[in-house]
Antibody
Framework: QVQLQESGPGLVKPSQTLSLTCTVSGGSISSGGYYWSWIRQHPGKGLEWIGYIYYSGTTYSNPSLKSRITMSVDTSKNQFSLKLTSVTAADTAVYYC????????????WGQGTLVTVSS | QSALTQPASVSGSPGQSITISCTGTSSDVGVYNYVSWYQQHPGKAPKLMIYDVSNRPSGVSDRFSGSKSGSTASLAISGLQAEDEADYYCSSYTSSSTLVFGGGTKLTVL
């Protein structure tokens, strides 16, 4: 059974960089075929796709966030990561990592989500 | 990219059937059969209910079904049960090689 777990600071100051890591267990990131994804949900709001990364390092991201996003994968640790720069209060959200099994929005496994608050 | 359009809320009584619509454009729903639906209970991660417009993952009740006409996809739930009360989100692949979600629909079982 594949499991995903987000980790990272729950509080980030404005203008700083939000950094999150997703640890995958029960399956190997390097086995290929899957798109390792980040999705966020503002408090009381809907889902927003941030982007995903293939095990090879190829990334695709939301155009509205692309200039501030860096995604990476560490196959040796079976982890993938998200960095979001120059954060503001508008980046306060629950951040989920998830596995997209095709790249066409088939998120079959999700982390539990982690709340990141941007505040001074 | 703009979010797909869903009604903010729908409701139905136990045993009834409801439909949730998801309207996109000729750059997403209208051109690809890559529409998915997710169910989200409060405080929980979303759960994949439908993929590729009308396919159900293993373990999802056959009371859930999906369809598409033009740029509008739909999720139908028959035989409503109390446990179906949740938020539902559609999602689509786009011509920009990105993904987009709908704004979400709150289903209330009366």
């Amino acid at each position: 059974q594949v499991q995903l777990q987000e980790s990272g600071p729950g509080l980030v100051k404005p203008s700083q960089t939000l950094s999150l890591t997703c640890t995958v267990s029960g399956g190997s990131i390097s086995s290929g075929g899957y798109y390792w994804s980040w999705i966020r949900q503002h408090p009381g709001k809907g889902l927003e796709w941030i982007g995903y990364i293939y095990y090879s390092g190829t990334t695709y991201s939301n155009p509205s966030l692309k200039s501030r996003i860096t995604m990476s994968v560490d196959t040796s640790k079976n982890q993938f990561s998200l960095k979001l720069t120059s954060v503001t209060a508008a980046d306060t959200a629950v951040y989920y990592c998830a596995r997209d099994r095709t790249g066409y929005s088939e998120f079959d496994y999700w982390g539990q989500g982690t709340l990141v608050t941007v505040s001074s | 990219q703009s979010a797909l359009t869903q009604p903010a809320s729908v409701s139905g009584s136990p045993g009834q059937s409801i439909t949730i619509s998801c309207t996109g454009t000729s750059s997403d729903v209208g051109v690809y059969n890559y529409v998915s639906w997710y169910q989200q209970h409060p405080g929980k991660a979303p759960k994949l209910m439908i993929y590729d417009v009308s396919n159900r993952p293993s373990g999802v009740s056959d009371r859930f079904s999906g369809s598409k006409s033009g740029s509008t996809a739909s999720l139908a739930i028959s035989g409503l049960q109390a446990e179906d009360e949740a938020d539902y989100y559609c999602s689509s692949y786009t011509s920009s090689s990105t993904l987009v979600f709908g704004g979400g629909t709150k289903l209330t079982v009366l």
